[in-house]
């Protein structure tokens, strides 16, 4: 099993900055796409960004230009660098993983999920 934990949410003023990050632990040597999404109260749980292990990222429209996905050495962490951040970007950030080569389309088809972290920017 993988087992992928968060850190790194909080509180901060719009044009702030936060980096979240997600370690993984357990049979992590299979997995190649990693990604964050994130879900607002009322809304659905939608892609922030992801990366595959050959160094392939993409990112929401919402979000380019402001966050960047990266891993660190290995595969046991990944981080999200937020700047400029907005109050719509308000949410729990959720890490997830998969062995597949493509990250996933869909957020049901991703194989790992870590427990989310908050982020709060008030209007």
């Known amino acids: 099993q993988v087992q992928l934990v968060e850190s790194g949410g909080g509180l901060v003023q719009p044009g702030g900055s936060l980096k979240l990050s997600c370690a993984a632990s357990g049979f992590i040597g299979r997995l190649n796409a990693f990604g964050w999404y994130r879900q607002a109260p009322g809304k659905e749980r939608e892609l922030v960004a992801t990366?595959?292990?050959?160094?392939?990222?993409n990112y929401a429209d919402s979000v380019k230009g402001r966050f960047t996905i990266s891993r660190g050495n290995g595969k046991n962490i990944l981080y999200l660098q937020m700047n400029s951040l907005k109050p719509e970007d308000t949410a729990v950030y959720y890490c997830?993983?998969?062995?597949?080569?493509?990250?996933?389309?869909?957020?049901?088809?991703?194989?790992?999920w870590g427990q989310g972290t908050q982020v709060t920017v008030p209007s």
């Open positions: 990366i595959t292990s050959g160094g392939t990222t």
């Open positions: 997830n993983a998969d062995r597949s080569t493509r990250a996933p389309t869909a957020w049901a088809a991703w194989g790992y």
